[in-house]
């Protein structure tokens, strides 16, 4: 996870921050909201994050899979300006970033 971020970082550099926004949802039920807020701040991540209660679980395992509620497989869920919902899965490069994107409308 800490890499797709990174790599993150790298692309939203080179993106519009009013048309694009990066929001991390932790699947981990042992995680709080203080340590989240402690890993952002220690790794200088500028995105939100929020820890995902049971209904918003839920919720992404009814829209993508159990594999969302997976922690070592990275999910990459884009929501286009058009209300398009595409979701990949695997580490995306900065460029690739920027490209998902660009063909959402940002």
């Given at each position: 996870c800490?890499?797709?971020?990174?790599?993150?970082?790298v692309?939203?550099?080179?993106?519009?921050?009013?048309r694009?926004?990066w929001?991390?949802?932790?699947?981990?039920?042992?995680?709080?909201?203080a340590?989240?807020a402690?890993?952002r701040e220690?790794?200088?991540?500028p995105?939100?994050?929020?820890v995902?209660?049971?209904?918003l679980?839920r919720?992404?395992?009814?829209?993508?899979g159990?594999?969302?509620?997976?922690?070592?497989?990275?999910n990459v869920?884009?929501v286009?300006?058009d209300?398009?919902v595409?979701q990949?899965r695997?580490?995306?490069?900065?460029?690739?970033?920027r490209?998902l994107?660009?063909?959402?409308?940002?």
């Open positions: 800490r890499a797709q971020q990174e790599e993150a970082v692309a939203f550099e080179a993106l519009d921050p009013d694009v926004v929001i991390a949802i932790d699947i981990e039920s042992s995680e709080t909201p340590a989240l402690s890993y220690d790794h200088g991540f995105f939100t994050y929020v995902a209660d049971t209904d679980a919720a992404l395992v009814d829209d993508f159990d594999v969302v509620l997976s922690p070592p497989s990275v869920i884009v286009g300006t209300g398009r595409t990949l695997g580490h995306k490069t900065a460029s690739e970033i490209a994107a660009a063909d959402h409308g940002a």
